[in-house]
């Protein structure tokens, strides 16, 4: 079993930054693949960003691309979510989920293809 546990989120200006991480135990990150989603008030959980385990391939939401980047740690247990250029839009519930799969990357962008998830941390974008 993968516990997941996420860095605290936190309340940011439009246009500053913020990184996220999410840290599991057991195994390395790359035994994983790896996504974060999000999820604002009334609305679905979206997909942000993936990163494959193996090749390390990544894929993004097209609102975040060029703004967000997700890397994660070799040699330890966690991924990070780089957020930059934050918008008010921005604001959500961020989750990290995790798969042992190693699809297409495409698939990754679905909530479907994720086993474990973390608890979620609240991002809030505001002035």
Do not use: H
């Amino acid at each position: 079993q993968v516990q997941r546990e996420e860095s605290a989120g936190g309340l940011v200006q439009p246009g500053g930054s913020l990184r996220l991480s999410c840290a599991a135990s057991g195994r390395a990150s790359t035994t994983y693949s790896w996504a974060w989603f999000r999820q604002a008030p009334g609305r679905e959980r979206e997909f942000v960003a993936a990163i494959r385990r193996g090749d390390a391939k990544k894929d993004y939401a097209g609102s975040v691309k060029g703004r967000f980047t997700i890397s994660r740690d070799n040699a330890k247990t966690t991924v990070y979510l780089q957020m930059d250029s934050l918008k008010p839009e921005d604001t959500a519930v961020y989750s990290c989920a995790a798969t042992t799969k190693n699809p297409i990357l495409s698939y990754l962008s679905s909530k479907e293809a994720y086993e474990y998830w973390g608890r979620g941390t609240q991002v809030t974008v505001s002035s």
